[in-house]
């Protein structure tokens, strides 16, 4: 159980280009799903929190106008990186828990590899 | 401040050996947990062990457990028994309050590698 699913995995699409990724829980109900962002040989980075129904919560120095995120229902939750510049080329992942309880990890999906040219 | 440091970029171990990953931790909350994930080269982040701040016990999950030194601030991942396949970058995160959805910090990581 627990599976996420992100896609897709890779995208290279030309600057300027608006590109959106969706994270999926298969197989149970996540009210709030993560986005990150992780660049070559260094750690994974909070972009924001999506809630479902809610406008998302984004971490300090994360444009929420570049970084459009829709939680339409508790399964489904999409990041769409607007007017992509190749300074946006890095490795997005997204994960979700099953519940609110504190020893739950989050789930992660497998990530989408994003090149601009 | 860093909340979680990891203080080996790379570390190398012996198939069939142990190896311990290190991690240190920042924080004010009574209320914590601490978490490792494996990344293989793929990308994908998979959960591998639990801690959290309350428990008695040093969590253990198969070959995977954890020397959780309250302390001295430390929740270092054993690795018993090394395989091949273990090498992976290992993040090790902290969660801070009593709710779920509280966001995850990851450390910088550190890349093992596994010979034969």
């Known amino acids: 159980g627990a599976v996420v699913s992100q896609h897709p995995s890779r995208v290279i699409c030309k600057s300027g280009t608006s590109v959106k990724i969706e994270c999926r829980s298969l197989?149970?109900?996540?009210?709030?799903m993560f986005w990150y962002r992780q660049f070559p040989k260094q750690s994974l980075m909070l972009m924001a929190t999506?809630?479902?129904?809610?406008?998302?919560?984004?971490e300090q120095g994360v444009e929420k106008d570049k970084f459009l995120i829709n939680h339409a229902s508790l399964t489904l939750s999409t990041l769409t990186v607007t007017s992509a510049h190749p300074e946006d080329s890095s490795f997005y992942i997204c994960?979700?828990?099953?519940?609110?309880?504190?020893?739950?990890?989050?789930?992660f999906g497998d990530g989408t590899r994003l090149s601009i040219l | 401040a860093q909340k979680i440091t990891q203080t080996q970029p790379g570390m190398f171990v012996q198939e069939k050996e142990a190896v311990t990953l290190d991690c240190t931790y920042d924080?004010?909350?009574?209320?914590?947990?601490l978490f490792w994930y494996k990344q293989p080269s793929s990308g994908e982040m998979i959960f591998l062990i639990y801690?959290?701040?309350?428990?008695?016990q040093n969590a253990t999950e198969g070959r995977y457990s954890l020397n959780f030194q309250k302390a001295r601030k430390s929740a270092n991942l054993v690795i018993s028994a090394s395989q091949l396949g273990d090498s992976a970058m290992y993040f090790c995160?902290?969660?801070?309050?009593?709710?779920?959805?509280?966001?995850?910090?990851f450390g910088t990581g550190t890349r093992l590698l596994v010979s034969p």
């Open positions: 994960s979700a828990t099953l519940s609110g309880e504190r020893n739950q990890p989050q789930h």
């Open positions: 197989d149970f109900q996540a009210t709030t």
């Open positions: 999506s809630n479902e129904g809610s406008k998302a919560t984004y």
């Open positions: 924080t004010s909350d009574p209320s914590y947990g």
């Open positions: 801690q959290g701040s309350y428990d008695q």
């Open positions: 995160a902290m969660r801070e309050g009593n709710t779920g959805f509280q966001k995850l910090v």
